[in-house]
């Protein structure tokens, strides 16, 4: 099934301890799409100015990632300059430039409106909102936000959560949210508020994905190498809708895969700079690694103790 994704397409020049890359293709959008595609078929919506390398994109386009929903407009395109020290959860952003992304009004094209599952991507909680009175009745819409938005547009923020069924979130961004230190708490603060499913991400350690009744917990995969996190969230979006789109089964059993699915993809992404290891990646990488994370967490329980 068609998986839609609205968010930014972007620049990024990134610095970590373990080398640098300069221009290369970033943004929410982006790295969702990357991930998505090996799992569905991608209809991505945003913007870029006139200076984007647009013959970078042509490796998710053969992918199957349908780009007819990305504007070109006069401008300079969106860029973020970051580096990273030791502690790879937290980057320092040394510039910001938005460009055309400032005036971005997304444009849902009409092939797209019918996509039954709709991931809303980092962006002001008033686009997320505009798109989805564009859309026609998906199954499933998902989005994510930041401390910027938190802060920002709080109340635009609260109204969104009314009208999703799932969020995901970074743990500092939940603790911001709902003012609880506790994630427990916190999720329940926020499925107080609409969505039915909370995904808390806490990077190197892992995920929860919070219901009503029910609490699942995803390990990270341990990697001896991490050489840049940028994107590594949005990767692990694009594994969680995409196998969800990919299967069309919502069933709580399922939910918890794509969950595994997600942290697959988020790992894979931080492999390499930009989204380059998940353009090289094969389905039969992911079905090991899918595998690795069912032996992480597997054992027999002794009902004699």
């Avoid at 510039?95 to 797209?112: M, Y």
């Avoid at 909370?198 to 699942?216: Q, R």
């Avoid at 590594?232 to 399922?254: C, H, I, K, Q, V």
Wanted: hydrophobic letters at 45%; glycine letters at 8%; proline letters at 5%.
């Amino acid at each position: 099934m068609s998986l839609l994704v609205v968010g930014s397409v972007a620049l990024d020049s990134v610095e970590t301890p373990f080398g640098k890359a300069d221009n290369v293709l970033g943004g929410s959008a982006t790295f969702f799409a990357a991930a998505a595609s090996l799992l569905t078929p991608v209809q991505l919506v945003g913007v870029v100015g006139s200076d984007y390398p647009m013959e970078k994109l042509e490796p998710l386009a053969v992918r199957g990632v349908d780009l007819a929903g990305l504007e070109r407009a006069d401008g300079a395109s969106f860029r973020w300059r970051g580096r990273y020290r030791h502690d790879l959860n937290s980057a320092e952003t040394l510039e910001t430039h938005l460009g055309v992304f400032s005036h971005f009004s997304p444009k849902i094209p009409d092939q797209f409106r019918r996509a039954p599952f709709v991931f809303l991507a980092n962006i002001d909680p008033r686009l997320q909102r505009e798109v989805l009175r564009q859309v026609e009745r998906p199954r499933l819409v998902a989005c994510d936000t930041m401390n910027f938005w938190i802060e920002s547009r709080r109340p635009e923020l609260l109204d969104l959560l009314e009208h999703v069924d799932l969020i995901t979130l970074n743990d500092g961004e939940a603790r911001q949210l709902t003012e609880q230190s506790n994630l427990v708490k916190a999720a329940r603060w926020i499925l107080a508020r609409g969505p039915r499913h909370v995904v808390i991400k806490k990077g190197e350690h892992g995920a929860f994905m919070f219901t009503e009744s029910t609490v699942f917990f995803a390990p990270a995969y341990p990697l001896e190498n991490v050489f840049d996190p940028t994107g590594a969230g949005d990767a692990f979006a694009g594994g969680f809708m995409g196998y969800l789109a990919r299967t069309g089964d919502l069933s709580e059993p399922n939910l918890r895969r794509a969950v595994i699915y997600g942290s697959a993809m988020g790992s894979f992404a931080v492999e390499q700079f930009s989204i380059s290891r998940l353009l090289d990646l094969t389905h039969k990488e992911i079905d090991q690694r899918v595998r690795d994370f069912h032996r992480l967490v597997s054992f027999d329980q002794d009902l004699n103790e």
